[in-house]
């Protein structure tokens, strides 16, 4: 009789039952977040050393890091300061020159070495006379039954924790791979085999390839792995989502929209209809939309978003619009104000500082527009048809999800203005659909940018001068991070009085996250109202903010803010017809920060900025620090990997529908 088939793996067992993993071992491998064997056997290389190949000591250089071999002649260490300090050097040499290799402060590495060790040291030199390294990587070389794994090949170099050994953990790693390779199984799906290393074959090699282009097979092939696993579960979260739900039919009648669009003042582009045809198509369909609208600055999301909105409100339900901050809600009230109370819909605002006092009970439909208060107030909106959220990037995941289960599975549009890599988009949204607004309204102004060192700050404020009395405004960001203390508020205000009088007599204004809300609103509306005409604030207007007028934006510091939060910044100016000005002021010293600012001089495309940023960056930055929802790949590469993320989307996909169609 077979045997029933028994799914737990050897692989899900605890580090510790391996040979030789006692109880200070698995705690050093329980700070790697190495747990169980599989941890262990996907433990990724930080680097490999090919160590058939090596410099001769007499041939390193200061510019690139290499291995070098050589023996120890000389060792020892010096305590100098009464003993606080000290230094332990070692030279080593190799038959072609001699190397020092020092550690400062670190005495207890004195007991690593002996005369005579051969050892591997990797780095660069410091120093070129006497030829000297300062804390290098090092291997003492030990013969035995495993020696072959660490010379004479491509030897993988882990990441450690103290006192873990690198030799250790390569030993331990070879050992049970050679234990447990037969039970890493393919995963469901799997990917071609024709196409792709096995997956034990893939996890063999990224340990101990035979090629150095071994690894980027199987990195990629385990890279893969990842990106179904997690496609899998966004799709079935999806199916399972349009399953179990019914949509309200949302579509609409026209009766509003005809005579909004005809009031509106501009015609909306083609860009903006077609995003309307497919907004259409889900609030009239079978399930509840779920869509992200990508745009960027100034493409005209908030048009979108009312035309939107009125598609619900003429079929009888009520919105809401979330907003990321209060400035943001207070504009979109406004806006929505004057659009729609003409139209006889009644427009509500709650944020942290206003509430709406009456019973949400109404007979007319109403849009309820607000910040985060809107579902931290246990505010229950009934009849809810669609929810709106603008700037999605600066909600998490939990959050979006929190708003959604208010009402009965209301139609959902998320919008945002940071334009999402293809790769990010399918990986963090992929329980979304995508529509794209990639054309901005016409007439516009162009957006010129330059970086500028410091030193160049009183000709650059000779420019504002001058666009200011032209009768144009002008946003200042100071970069401070909102939220700081005391000390940064009083250096906003140093600022503040510098700004006054470098530019008097024209009225300078001050925005920070300190401020009251009826603070901020009173600053703001004097800025709208052109009352005062430059804007010093920190990076809160990022999103949103829309004054036509205002076509100069100075940065501070300008490296202190990613590629993607200065685009944003960019996206306040360039909003009338009037040529716009972005100054991104930098250390002319940091020229590697100047370089990355360049790339703003060179595009406006956010898209071609958001992949620079992703690059640089990583995607945590680039999404804000509230954006949780990202899930951590060992193996995969979201800057890069497009193309796999394709095919595990395509991989799942029809593996799912295969399993429904098993179902029945
Ligand atoms: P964002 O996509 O950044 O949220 P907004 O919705 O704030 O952009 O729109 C930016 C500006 O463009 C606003 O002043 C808005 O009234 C205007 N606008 C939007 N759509 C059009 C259009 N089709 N033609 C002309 N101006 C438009
Ligand atoms: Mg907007």
Redesign the pocket.
Known sequence: MPMPEINISALKNPVSSLWGVGVERAMQLARLEIFTIEDLLLHRPKRYEDRRHFRKISELTKDEAFTARGKIVALGLKRFRGGNKSVFEIILDDGSARLHCRWWNLPFMENYFAMGDEIFVFGKLKEIKPRTMDHPETEVIEGGEESFIHINHIAPVYPLTEGLPQRWLRGLIWRALGKFEAEITEPKPAPDLKLLPSRPNAVRMIHFPEEITDVEIARRRLALDEFVKLQVQIQSRRKNFEARTKALSCGGDNRLMKPFLARLG????AA?TNVLREIRADMGGAHPMRRLLQ?????????VAACSALMALESGFNVTLMAPTEILAEQHFRNFQKWFEPLGIKVELQTGSRKIVQSPKFKVQSLFIGTHALIESGFTIENLGLVII?EQHKFGVAQREQLVRKGIYPHLLV?T?TPIPRTLGLTLYGDLDISV?DEL???RGEIKTFVRATDKLAKVLDFIREKLSGGRQAYVVYPRVEDSGMKELKAVAVEFENLKKLLAPSRVGLLHGRLKPAEKENVMADFRANKISVLLSTSLIEV?V?V?NATVMLVENAEAFGLAQLHQLR?RIG?GAHESFCILISDAKNTEARGRLKILEETNDGFKIAEADLKLRGPGELLGQQQSGLPKFRFGNLAEDLDLIRQARDLAAGFLTGEMGRRG
Do not use: E, Y
């Open positions: 501009f015609k909306l582009t903006q745009g960027d600055v100034g493409s005209g999301k908030t048009a603008d919008m203005a607004i309204p016409g007439g949103g829309d036509p996206g909003r």
